[in-house]
């Protein structure tokens, strides 16, 4: 029976590879790294086993809930703290992110905490946006021309700008409405942006819209690692794919001549489909301190941050106060993670805790740091001829890639 060989064992990776073989197939999976997971790893920052990428999931769809269920981890979904997140605004204040809202675009224009962040000039022109013609904002392509052209500047650089750059890591003038998941819909049938906002919010099921698993999301890779040794895959690490057709790869291990494997070929990392793609650096400092004030939870589960202001971090993530499982194994140490569009250390990262969290911090109470850097794949066409899966085809976030990866891989046992 002919291989299938897949390459780049992220979650995308990982998921086919096992699928495949669940089916019966005989699967060979190329890692360029030491390690798996790819984007879902762990490292350990003073003793204490840390995310070093993904730290959550969305909780949307039914397709992670059912492959927590395959891998016997449903004990381990964990809920956030119901704390509310914030943000940092160019004015160098911080305010609870406005409730009513997605991906900060507001449902309620005029609402009190949207204003505060907006100033009412701001606030009363995002107002009018259910009386301006449905025909301005059709052609927007991006989630940025779109809330620009119906809501007015100040909404999407004060509000979706920190909100989507937290999350994707890129400006909204460069994120794609699919992105904001049936609100075009609602729009297409006659709503205003408003309203379509309001509505996907209402139709939300109740419940955090994001979970995480106690150890971290790295318990997913190593539930699916022991999985895939379980049922045989031959996983091959340390290995570069260099050159890809739909039934070859060529390979290059650290230290050996390059050569070349046959079978069938499935992509799951990036960089290898022939079209375009612009990958975005992203570069976390995760901080453990030893700050007692931090306990009581100043600023929620975090800040998203403006760009303009003093701050360099981009967002931060007080994980202590986001993950109860987690405050738990810190005993009494405070874990923050700050992500940035630029290398920083932890000075840099110390001094942006400080100002976002209002509580100085200083290098004593610094107990250790870790500062990583991460290129994510910016969006690629498939391959033409090669089944391809993951983020650059998939979109950021492990909900669109699993779901993705599992439909994928549904096509090529059938
Ligand atoms: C700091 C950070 C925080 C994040 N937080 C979240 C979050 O909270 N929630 C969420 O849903 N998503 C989050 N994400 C995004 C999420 O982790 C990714 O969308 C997802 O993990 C991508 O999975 P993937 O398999 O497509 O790609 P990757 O994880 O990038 O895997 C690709 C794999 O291919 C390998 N590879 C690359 N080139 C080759 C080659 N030529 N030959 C062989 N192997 C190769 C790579 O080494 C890698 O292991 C975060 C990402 C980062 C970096």
């Given at each position: 029976m002919e291989r299938d060989i897949v390459v780049g064992a992220g979650i995308a990776g990982l998921l086919v590879a096992l699928r495949l073989a669940e089916a019966g197939r005989a699967v060979r999976l190329v890692e360029a790294r030491a390690g798996l997971g790819g984007q879902?790893?762990?490292?350990?920052?003073?003793?204490?086993?840390l995310d070093a990428g993904a730290e959550a999931f969305a909780t949307r769809g039914p397709d992670?809930?059912?492959?927590?269920?395959?891998?016997?981890?449903?004990?381990?979904?964990?809920?956030?703290?119901p704390l509310s997140a914030w943000m940092h605004g160019v004015d160098g204040r911080s305010r609870p992110l406005p409730a009513a809202s997605i991906f900060g675009i507001p449902s309620a224009p005029l609402a009190r905490d949207v204003a505060a962040v907006l100033g009412w000039r701001g606030a009363a022109r995002a107002?009018?946006?259910?009386?301006?013609?449905?025909s301005r904002g059709a052609a927007a392509c991006t989630v940025g021309e779109l809330v620009r052209t119906r809501m007015?500047?100040?909404v999407v650089d004060r509000l979706v700008a920190p909100v989507v750059e937290g999350v994707h890591s890129e400006h909204p003038d460069r994120v794609p409405l699919s992105a904001l998941g049936r609100v075009p819909e609602h729009m297409m049938q006659g709503d205003s942006l408003t309203?379509?906002?309001?509505?996907?919010?209402?139709?939300?099921?109740?419940?955090?819209?994001?979970?995480?698993?106690?150890?971290?999301?790295?318990?997913?890779?190593?539930?699916?690692a022991a999985r895939?040794?379980?049922?045989?895959?031959?996983?091959?690490?340390?290995?570069?794919?260099?050159?890809?057709?739909p039934d070859s790869v060529v390979l290059a291990g650290a230290g050996s001549t390059p050569h070349t494997d046959r079978g069938r070929l499935i992509l799951a990392a990036p960089g290898l489909t022939g079209s375009a793609s612009?990958?975005?650096?992203?570069?976390?400092?995760?901080?453990v301190v030893d700050a007692p004030p931090l306990a009581d939870n100043p600023r929620g589960t975090g800040l998203l941050v403006a760009r303009g202001g003093s701050v360099r971090a981009r967002a931060l993530t007080h994980a202590t106060a986001k993950w109860p499982w987690l405050r738990e194994r810190a005993e009494g140490r405070e874990v923050l993670r700050l992500s940035y569009a630029e290398p920083a250390d932890a000075a840099t990262a110390l001094a942006d805790a400080s100002a976002l969290l209002g509580t100085p911090?200083?290098?004593?109470?610094?107990?250790?740091?870790?500062?990583?850097?991460?290129?994510?794949?910016?969006?690629?066409?498939?391959?033409?001829?090669?089944?391809?899966?993951?983020?650059?085809?998939?979109?950021?976030?492990?909900?669109?890639?699993?779901?993705?990866?599992?439909?994928t891989a549904k096509e090529l046992t059938e």
């Open positions: 879902v790893t762990g490292h350990t920052v003073a003793g204490i086993e992670i809930p059912d492959l927590l269920t395959d891998l016997g981890l449903n004990d381990c979904i964990a809920n956030p703290a107002a009018l946006e259910p009386l301006i013609p449905a007015g500047t100040a309203r379509a906002v309001r509505r996907v919010r209402d139709d939300a099921p109740a419940g955090s819209l994001v979970a995480s698993l106690t150890g971290g999301m790295r318990t997913l890779t190593d539930a699916l895939l040794e379980a049922v045989g895959v031959d996983i091959v690490t340390e290995t570069r794919a260099t050159e890809v057709t612009t990958a975005t650096p992203t570069h976390l400092v995760t901080l911090i200083d290098d004593r109470q610094l107990v250790d740091s870790r500062a990583v850097s991460w290129t994510r794949a910016g969006r690629a066409e498939p391959h033409p001829s090669i089944p391809t899966v993951g983020e650059q085809v998939a979109g950021t976030g492990l909900a669109s890639v699993i779901s993705h990866a599992e439909r």
